[in-house]
């Protein structure tokens, strides 16, 4: 008998422990190898724990607990292996004789379907054939499959095998009553139509995961240690928007994705973190320590809590590669699957708060680093553009800052310069400079 010990990966360098969140598998399972059995919860990320082999499972940990790295959380008996399901009976081809007597065996049993098959003008409705079957088997939108939760990694096995959503639907076992029951219970919590609702006065206590108690920690601590203000203005987004409308479809067809406003910001803030590089800039006890580049943080809302991975570099790349770069990040950050690294060591920090409708806020700053900028909704309003009142897609913004660390100047001078780099985007072309200087030389 060979026992396999199932530790707790290290997450990062300075994680020595993670919260076991829960078990998905029950003592006494058989696993296969690579099955996600368990999710684990750190200070900064969620994390999958596998099985390494196939056997039978023996839960040496509970769930809410505190174990460190290295610990073993759980055993698989490799003696134990996972039963083969057996393979479906193949049909042999009918004979010629058994063909006959089935062909008048079909003609006296379904007689209710034949009856109902015919047409007013007396004649039957032709038999399906396999192609017409083929043609009539709904797509996995039509018949609901789309909305089922898959993980990546029974996607990965579905795609090795060869398998659709149908497949594996066709193949699980018989429907049990907690099947039923769980269904039930799901839809009790699904609110009735019109002004007035069911009354309740239920209430439940659960414990805050590992990261949003690390997160409260960090946003309390922001306040009492930091001497953070917050500056706003607002920026003209029309010439971004006709920019994004002229050559969205070319964009798309050389680089393969959207281009949104996102990347906008990230460069204007990169070319502005350069000429104003205390707001690039942190406390590490008595000394001051600035950056020649801009690691810039984005803030990313997932089921988990609040994450921030950091593109790197953003002062050399292209909006494409912003872009690129923020779809991959932000999807991992959604599915759980992004590393400690990924989000450690920005030196700036840009969220968007406009997404949920937010006109303004102050956000708080993401420590170490000494400054955050905050976007907000577009929304048309009416402005003054030489001496006329015109209609405008107008966005605020806000840069709240550890006035230890920037001064007033700074701080305003900084907001100012991506105002201008987001209202006249051809500059950021053009580094500290702009278009017309650049063209007369001055």
Known sequence: MAIIEIKIPSPGESITSVELSRWLVEEGAVVQKDTEIAELESEKATLMLVAEGSGKISLKAAEGESIEVGAVACTIDTSVQPEVPAAPPVEEE????????????????????????????????????????????????????????????????????????????????????????????????????????????GSKSERMSSLRRKLSERLVSVKNETAMLTTFNEVDMKPIMDLRKKYQTRFVEKHGIKLGIMSFFLKACSIALQEFP???????????????????????????????????????????EIEKALEELAGKARNGKI????????????????????????????????????????????????????????????????????????????????????????????????????????
């Open 339 to 442: 590393s400690i690294p990924e989000m450690s060591g920005g030196t700036f920090t840009v969220t968007n708060g406009g997404v949920f409708g937010s006109m303004m806020s102050t956000p708080l700053i993401n420590p170490p680093q000494s400054a955050i900028l905050g976007m907000h909704n577009i929304l048309e309003r009416p402005v003054a553009i030489d001496g006329q009142i015109v209609i405008r897609p107008m966005m605020y913004i806000a840069l709240s800052y550890d006035h230890r660390v920037i001064d007033g100047r700074e701080s305003v001078g900084f907001l100012v310069r991506v105002k201008q780099l987001l209202e006249k985007p051809t500059d950021m072309l053009f580094g500290p400079t702009n278009g017309e200087k650049a063209l007369l030389g001055i």
């Open 278 to 320: 205390n707001v690039n800039a942190m406390l590490d006890g008595e000394n001051m320590i600035t950056y020649d580049y801009a690691d810039i943080s984005v803030a990313v809302s997932t089921p988990k809590g609040l994450m921030v991975p950091v593109i790197r570099n953003v002062e050399s790349l292209g909006l494409a």
């Open 94 to 201: 009918p004979s010629s004789a058994q063909s006959s007597a089935g062909n008048e065996t079909e003609g006296k049993v379904p007689q209710t379907i034949q009856e109902t098959s015919v047409s007013s003008a007396g004649k039957s409705a032709p038999t399906d054939t396999p192609t017409a079957k083929t043609a009539a088997k709904p797509s996995e939108s039509e018949a609901g499959y789309d909305k089922i939760k898959i993980t990546p990694l029974a996607k990965k096995v579905m795609l090795e095998n060869g398998l659709s959503v149908e497949d594996v639907i066709n193949g699980l076992r018989r429907l049990k009553r907690e099947d039923v029951e769980a269904v039930m219970g799901a839809s009790d919590g699904i609110s009735t139509k019109g002004l007035k609702k069911p009354v309740s006065r």
